[in-house]
T-cell receptor, first 118, second 115 residues
Framework: DTGVSQNPRHKITKRGQNVTFRCDPI?????LYWYRQTLGQGPEFLTY????????KSRLLSDRFSAERPKGSFSTLEIQRTEQGDSAMYLC????????????????FGPGTRLTVL | DQQVKQNSPSLSVQEGRISILNCDYT??????FLWYKKYPAEGPTFLIS?????DKNEDGRFTVFLNKSAKHLSLHIVPSQPGDSAVYFC??????????????FGTGTRLTIIP
C-alpha cells in the first residue's frame, strides 16, 4: 500500500509532556502538509514542506510546535510541554510535484494521529 | 473568520435520491475547490475538484457546480447510496503552480443516507 501513513494512531499524554508524531508520505510526493482538526471543525493548516525545506508555518503553530523533514521523505511533528488545548487530530497530507500530472492542491491525507492531553 | 462555510451541519437523504451539499466562500483569491469525504477514524479522502475556469465537473455519481459570482459551490450525488454516509468537507485554495497550496476547509456536513 502506498498511501500516507501516520504513527502513532492514538496518543494519550499528561499535560506538560512532550510528544512526537511521524508521517510517511506517498513516496513520489515532494510536498508534505500538516493540519490539525478539532471537534466540529474542518482541518486547519499548520505547516508545509517542499522536500526538506519548511516553507510556511501558520500562526496556529506556537513555539512549542516544531516540524522537520530531514531527508525530504518522512516528517515529524513535535509538541513540547503539551497543554489540554493541544488535544486534536493531527493530519498529514502529501501531494505531487508540479508538472507530474497531478494537481498540487489535490492532497492525499493519512489517517491522522489523535492526541489526548489529560 | 470562516473563509469557507458549510451552513448545514447535517443532511439526511433517502437512498436512490439526490444529495446536494452546499458550500460558500468569501476569499476572492480562491480559484480551486475540492470536496473531501471523511469516515470516522480515517483521514479525509479526496472526492472531486473544480477549477474556477469551469462551472461544472463530473465524476461518475458526483458532480460539483461552481458559481463564481455568488462564491458558491455545491456537490451533487446521484443516486445516493448507503456507503455515501460520511462527513463531507468543502476546501479551497489559490490555483497556483508553485505557491502554497494550503487548503482552507469548511466545517463539514454530515450526510446520512437512509435505506
Amino acid at each position: 500500500d502506498t498511501g500516507v501513513s501516520q504513527n502513532p494512531r492514538h496518543k494519550i499524554t499528561k499535560r506538560g509532556q512532550n510528544v512526537t508524531f511521524r508521517c510517511d508520505p506517498i513516496s513520489e510526493h515532494n510536498r508534505l502538509y500538516w493540519y490539525r482538526q478539532t471537534l466540529g471543525q474542518g482541518p486547519e493548516f499548520l505547516t508545509y514542506f517542499q522536500n526538506e525545506a519548511q516553507l510556511e508555518k501558520s500562526r496556529l503553530l506556537s513555539d512549542r510546535f516544531s516540524a522537520e523533514r530531514p531527508k525530504g521523505s518522512f516528517s515529524t511533528l513535535e509538541i513540547q510541554r503539551t497543554e489540554q488545548g493541544d488535544s486534536a487530530m493531527y493530519l498529514c497530507a502529501s501531494s505531487f510535484p508540479p508538472f507530474s500530472g497531478g494537481k498540487l492542491n489535490e492532497q492525499f491525507f493519512g489517517p491522522g494521529t489523535r492526541l489526548t492531553v489529560l | 473568520d470562516q473563509q469557507v462555510k458549510q451552513n448545514s451541519p447535517s443532511l439526511s437523504v433517502q437512498e436512490g435520491r439526490i444529495s446536494i451539499l452546499n458550500c460558500d466562500y468569501t476569499n476572492s483569491m480562491f480559484d480551486y475547490f475540492l470536496w473531501y469525504k471523511k469516515y470516522p477514524a480515517e483521514g479525509p479522502t479526496f472526492l472531486i475538484s473544480i477549477s474556477s475556469i469551469k462551472d461544472k465537473n463530473e465524476d461518475g455519481r458526483f458532480t460539483v457546480f461552481l458559481n463564481k459570482s455568488a462564491k458558491h459551490l455545491s456537490l451533487h450525488i446521484v443516486p445516493s447510496q448507503p456507503g455515501d454516509s460520511a462527513v463531507y468537507f468543502c476546501a479551497a485554495s489559490p490555483d497556483v503552480l508553485f505557491g502554497n497550496e494550503k487548503l482552507t476547509f469548511g466545517t463539514g456536513t454530515r450526510l446520512t443516507i437512509i435505506p
